[in-house]
């Protein structure tokens, strides 16, 4: 099957369908017929067979003015002539007309056969040797027009990458566009983040002047509107002549949105006047490729910008903030020192940029700082005293990955000096208060000595030492508290707990035995490790829990006190079956002066005691809880972490 048209004119009813059916069909060729030369005329016009088979005698037409007619429309395909008379005259005459193979009647069927797919090798082999280097050579051009646009793609790629200045890469890509579009005018238009209106902001070949003077012009175009809220590029050709920009007229237009992040934020756009033509296909292709660059560019200024923005925010900041700041890099080479830092340890201008620490900063602390942390592996802090005392910097130096190490030192020698003087105030007033108390105290036992006193005197002398004892004790839990909270028992030793239980118990034991009080101990003999905390501190909890117990549990009661470590916790348990403490109290108790109304009226007391428990066992990485039940008792848990010597807490 070869597939090809054939059309054969052939007037002769008998031997039409036997040629066209039987022989050429048969042959596997795509065959229509017509009777006479005129109809063959209109079918080879309108069909434009591959080849045509024409008799030459035929009434209306010959075969051979069918072959003229369309060599002058310059139609005619490769033509085979059969004829029933053979003549030299008329042999001459088919070969000057352009036929290409000449049959005389009768012929043999296969001979027709033979003979058009001769002629047709033929032609074809002429065809190809005519067009093919013609179209190879338009197809080199073409190649070549898309190489050079290509060309012109990476040069905008490389400066979209390479380049900051929005301004010049956008003007490029504008040029780009109309000299690839081969367009009259190329716009680029970007939206107005706050109005939402698009302004032009770079032009190439229309209004040379606008391109040049790089206005920011407001743009009343409807077209360019669509493309932003559509998100989809706009074409336009077309025979008639359209407006856009209220005075501008066009015959064909191309709009391509810019989008960021899925944002339309602008167009790129090419219009060719009434002049121009329409754009090539691939046009659009190029336009978005532009457009996507264009995009980039923009997108890039604006990280640029933000980027610019918060680095020079953030060298405001570390330049004129007074903490001193030093940043070392990975190898402990100095990568950055504010001016404080400057002034502070003589470090004068950028002379530190890329040097090694110990060659920019003299001063032992620092230098130790950083040495120390690099050992632990940890931030740490420190105080470093400058100029004998003068200044204190309270330093805290921490590591980031990726970057060194970063100390920030602020100037507390203020503070220290109010430290100072808190601390003298304390001393002088624990003093100063406790002297007349002293005294009265001393007073009240002269009296007592110079008696007799009768028992009204006795009991108001009593009263005065009582009253003197909880004013003493309210003195010594103040200052205690004073102390705790302002962090002056930071000394951290190994200790025990369970002699410190001990000691508490024997304490009070006199006591006890003169309530009646049963005192249960629970601590392991051995497998209870200790702490790392502050002696006294640690001692004065469990005595103010134990003290409680005591006081607030009736003649005749218990009081059990355990210790056990669980998991490197340690828990110390108080409990006791006393008075209990009401649901309602329970959220209060460990607040400064807080009592019950029940201790209020029947138990001496400061409120002060759980303020002290509370403070120490939270200063040592602890917590403390109640549970409580009125008229059956109460049990006090202290959780404290236990000392694990490798991890050095
Ligand atoms: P103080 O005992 O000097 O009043 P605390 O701060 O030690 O002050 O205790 C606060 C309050 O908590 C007490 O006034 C009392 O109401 C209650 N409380 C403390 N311990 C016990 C206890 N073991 N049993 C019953 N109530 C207690």
Known sequence: MTGERILLIEDSDELRPFLAG???????????????????????????????????????????????????????????????????????????????????????????????????????????????????????????????????????????????????????????????????????????????????????????????????????????????????ALVITGEQLQKIKTHYFFRSLLYVPLTVKDQAIGVLGVTNRDTGGDFEPHTLQLMRVLADFASIAIDHARLYELSEQERNTLNTILRDTEDVIIVTDEYNCVMFCNPAAGEMFNIEGDSFQGRPLTEVVSHEGVLELFKKEARTGRSRRSEIIVDEGSVVLNAQLTIIEGVGRVAVMQDITYLKEMDRIKSDFVTTVSHDLRSPLTAILGYIELLRRTGPLNESQQQFADRITGSVSSISKLIEELLELGKIEAGFDEDREVVFLAPIIYQAVEAVSHQAQSKQLRIEIDVPEDDVPPLLGHSLRLRQVVANLVENALKYTPEGGWMRISLENNKGLLLLRVTDSGIGIPKKDQPYIFDKFYRTDEAVDNYPGTGLGLSIVKSVVEAHGGRVWVNSQVGIGTTFSVMLPAHNPESGS
């Open 22 to 232: 039987t022989v050429l069909t048969g042959a596997g060729f795509d065959v229509m017929s017509a009777a006479d030369g005129s109809e063959g005329l209109v079918l080879a016009r309108d069909l434009r067979p591959d080849l045509i088979v024409a008799d030459h005698q035929m009434p209306s037409m010959s075969g051979l003015e069918v072959l003229d007619a369309l060599n002058q429309e310059g139609i005619a395909p490769p033509f085979i002539l059969i004829t029933s008379e053979g003549s030299e005259a008329l042999a001459v005459q088919a070969l000057r007309a352009g036929v290409n193979d000449y049959l005389i009647k009768p012929f043999d069927p296969d001979e027709l056969v033979e003979a058009i797919k001769r002629t047709l090798a033929r032609y074809w082999k002429r065809q190809i040797a005519e067009h093919v280097p013609m179209q190879l050579y338009e197809t080199n051009l073409q190649l070549e027009g898309r190489l050079r646009e290509l060309d012109t793609l990476v040069e905008i790629g490389k400066r979209v990458t390479g380049a900051l200045d929005l301004r010049e890469v956008l003007n490029r890509v504008v040029e780009a566009a109309v000299s690839l579009a081969k367009a009259d005018e190329g716009t680029l238009l970007l939206v107005d983040p706050p109005t939402g209106e698009l302004y032009l902001y770079a032009s190439a070949g229309g209004d040379e002047g606008l391109a040049r003077q790089q206005l920011r012009l407001q743009v009343a175009d409807s077209l360019a509107g669509q493309v932003i809220q559509k998100k989809k």
